[in-house]
């Protein structure tokens, strides 16, 4: 669920939202003469009681503008534990150059802080030139864990109708390129925020078609939408059941030294084993 870096009132309630991750946005919910003022609400907030142990991101302002480096400064230089961020959220990522900045920004102001925390990269996708080359950014770094669609500022660089109406299939062919360089190189892949905030039959539908495409996740830009995001992509308790019981029969098949085995009528490989995988990573489960 992202959540304006300028507004304390917001920031306090967050933590009890629900949402899996808390994004935190310095950028766009942000006014450009606030900029500085909001960056040191977001610290004050992080170091309040009700944000230990919720995992959080935060966005901050992209690369090129004048506060990017000292957004990744101040959160770099957090110590570790505690209530900070467990990664950045860069915007407008165009390039392997925009992450490649942002990591040694991140290696120099953790060595100049002695900060030992390990601050993670996600790359926001949303130009026309960061579709181009989403191959190329998604192996950019080693810190990066996720791509995410973002679907308001890539309409205006696309020059495609936004908001809630958008229709859902115009979104399907960057949908799949998103996905495929997720996929690639073992990134999350996040499916941005419904350009709306009800919870109505066009949300609905936009978050069923990017759980059914394989996406991980979506944002959520209301906290009347989070429960309905859970439901929708936390998988069922026989979902759980049945992942846990391929991957045990895969594990006795191996253990055997059989090169087959079925399980409930169903020829069982290694492309099932990741999709149980999956499917138990989305549900928070261990697999050890």
Known sequence: ??????????????????????????????????????????????????????????????????????????????????????????????????????????????????????????????????????????????????????????????????GAGAELDSWRAIQDQILLAARTHDLAAIDGPYLGIAVDDAFTAAAERARDMGFDGKWAIHPAQVASLNGLFTPTAEEVEHAHAIIDALAAAEGAGSGAVALDGQMLDEAVRVAALRVLARAGAATA
């Open 1 to 162: 669920m992202s959540v304006p870096g300028s507004s304390a009132k917001m920031l306090a309630k967050a933590p009890s939202r629900g949402a899996d991750e808390i994004v935190i946005d310095l950028e766009d919910a942000v006014a450009a003469s606030a900029k500085d003022e909001a960056r040191a609400t977001v610290l004050a907030a992080l170091g309040e009681p009700q944000w230990q142990g919720v995992r959080c991101s935060v966005r901050v302002n992209a690369p090129r503008t004048p506060w990017c480096h000292a957004d990744i400064v101040a959160l770099a230089s957090l110590p570790a534990g505690g209530g900070g961020p467990a990664s950045i959220v860069v915007p407008k990522v165009e390039s392997a150059g925009d992450l490649a900045f942002v990591e040694r920004l991140l290696d120099g102001a953790q060595a100049a802080a002695g900060s030992t925390r390990e601050l993670r990269v996600q790359a926001l996708i949303e130009t026309a030139a960061g579709v181009s080359r989403v191959q190329e950014i998604a192996a950019a770094s080693p810190r990066l864990d996720a791509l995410i669609l973002g679907y308001a500022d890539l309409s205006a660089s696309l020059g495609r109708a936004a």
